[in-house]
């Protein structure tokens, strides 16, 4: 069987022309039954793929202006656009990371009081009255220094009484 490029063309064309129409139907019906209108929606109610309708302008157009119209049936100040219900979710999402955002500071302050809590039950940690104990250790301190001038004062006695008993000593064996 033989063709002739006359006739693929044509069949081209045709094949073309069934696919406009059936998007251009679609777009209606969808128009009517009140449906979101979308090149997606479009596509799948006509049974076409996207980039059908992307690369041709007459139809991405007709698509964009059918969708940004109101449904049949409603006022224009009972309509909820679709660029009012996307400011609406952009402003709930932004409603929903500030909790978000406070929560995770609060968990790092609740781990941080966590672990110093940890790090004091277990004895690792310097205590809480530092301030009372380095006063104290600084009265010890004192404290043995004072010893320690006391005993040299006492040992020196204790020499001194040793050599005058020594030379009571010396005396009494002479």
């Given at each position: 069987m033989t063709t002739s490029p006359d006739h693929l063309a044509t069949a081209r064309a045709a094949d073309s022309e069934r696919r406009r129409s059936r998007v251009l139907k679609a777009l209606g019906q969808l128009a009517t039954d009140g449906e979101e209108i979308s090149v997606s929606s479009v596509a799948r109610a006509?049974?076409?793929?996207?980039?059908?309708?992307h690369r041709h302008d007459d139809l991405?157009?007709?698509v964009l202006a059918r969708a940004a119209e109101p449904p049949p049936g409603t006022t224009a100040g009972?309509?909820?656009?679709?660029?009012?219900?996307?400011?609406?979710?952009?402003?709930?999402?932004?409603?929903?990371?500030?909790?978000?955002a406070h929560i995770a500071r609060l968990e790092r302050r609740l781990s941080g009081a966590l672990g110093q809590a940890a790090w004091k039950a277990s004895g690792l940690g310097a205590p809480a009255d530092v301030e009372t104990l380095t006063r104290r250790v600084t009265e010890l301190e004192q404290q043995i220094l004072d010893l320690g001038a006391d005993l040299a004062e006492r040992d020196e006695d204790l020499a001194a009484a040793r050599g005058a008993n020594r030379e009571l000593m010396a005396r009494v064996n002479r």
């Open positions: 006509a049974g076409v793929h996207r980039s059908l309708i991405h157009a007709a009972t309509q909820v656009s679709r660029q009012s219900l996307l400011a609406d979710v952009a402003n709930l999402t932004a409603r929903n990371s500030r909790p978000s």
